[in-house]
């Protein structure tokens, strides 16, 4: 094998692993195989060799799930990857002046996952587990996370296969490109029911002094909150706090 190849399957190992979220837990192998687009052979191979280390676990015949060589990693993760005070001071206050719950994520591959949270003062909330992912084809803070300049420079297709994975029809490529763009010149976006009909979001960028988008400060609620009359102050609410947050000089944990 050569180094190219042997890039190309840790590539194909962490792909597979990416397709283990909260919404897909568990896959048959039938299925992780018809997802990937990769030969049976090929998915059995690279399985088989995280089940060896521990990565995925075996819970029935051909069906698998991540397995316990992942609570090391989590352990530290959650030892070194502490959000600082002032970062969720901020986020408190967003919180305390929209009455929504604020949420910090960053990209990790193809998925946004939930940093930190500071629950919302309504009764009715729209709540996310921290620690969970979730894809980067629908959402507002998927849309900001996907202006960080260098993403889609060094995958130029990453929008086109983002949107394969999306219950969307034909064409919603062009359209997620589009709304990427302009999320990109606004400096902010809004979402409304694109993962779960009935909820909605505004997101801006946290940003490191090079410039570098490094996480989404979001807020999310019903829809029927996030209404005309009420998005220009949540939007200028959340791009505050992304400013307070960028000046804080913290410089998140996904961003090279």
């Given at each position: 094998?050569?180094?190219?190849?042997?890039?190309?399957?840790?590539?194909?190992?962490?792909?597979?692993?990416?397709?283990?979220?909260?919404?897909?837990?568990?896959?048959?192998?039938?299925?992780?195989?018809?997802?990937?687009?990769?030969?049976?052979?090929?998915?059995?191979?690279?399985?088989?060799?995280?089940?060896?280390?521990?990565?995925?676990?075996?819970?029935?015949?051909?069906?698998?799930?991540?397995?316990?060589?992942?609570?090391?990693?989590?352990?530290?993760?959650?030892?070194?990857?502490?959000?600082?005070?002032?970062?969720?001071?901020?986020?408190?206050?967003?919180?305390?002046?929209?009455?929504?719950?604020?949420?910090?994520?960053?990209?990790?591959?193809?998925?946004?996952?939930?940093?930190?949270?500071?629950?919302?003062?309504?009764?009715?909330?729209?709540?996310?587990?921290?620690?969970?992912?979730?894809?980067?084809?629908?959402?507002?803070?998927?849309?900001?996370?996907?202006?960080?300049?260098?993403?889609?420079?060094v995958d130029p297709s990453l929008i086109e296969e983002l949107a394969l994975e999306a219950p969307r029809q034909p064409g919603f490529a062009k359209k997620l490109r589009a709304t990427v763009t302009d999320a990109a010149a606004r400096g902010f976006a809004v979402s409304h029911g694109e993962r779960e009909l009935g909820a909605s979001g505004v997101a801006a960028p946290v940003r490191r002094t090079d410039g570098r988008v490094v996480a989404a400060i979001a807020i999310g609620g019903p829809t029927t909150r996030f209404s005309d009359d009420r998005l220009p102050p949540y939007i200028t609410a959340v791009r505050r706090c992304a400013e307070t947050i960028s000046r804080t000089g913290w410089s998140g944990f996904s961003a090279s």
């Open positions: 094998m050569s180094e190219g190849d042997g890039v190309r399957s840790v590539h194909r190992a962490l792909d597979l692993l990416e397709r283990f979220d909260d919404e897909h837990p568990t896959w048959s192998l039938a299925a992780l195989t018809a997802a990937s687009g990769l030969p049976k052979t090929t998915v059995l191979r690279l399985v088989t060799t995280l089940e060896q280390r521990g990565l995925v676990a075996a819970i029935g015949p051909g069906k698998y799930a991540i397995g316990p060589g992942f609570l090391r990693w989590s352990r530290l993760s959650s030892a070194t990857m502490e959000i600082p005070p002032a970062v969720r001071a901020a986020m408190g206050k967003l919180s305390a002046d929209t009455g929504e719950t604020a949420n910090l994520y960053i990209r990790v591959g193809r998925t946004r996952v939930c940093l930190a949270q500071a629950p919302g003062s309504l009764s009715v909330r729209h709540m996310v587990v921290v620690g969970s992912s979730m894809p980067l084809w629908g959402g507002a803070a998927s849309k900001v996370l996907l202006t960080d300049p260098p993403v889609l420079d």
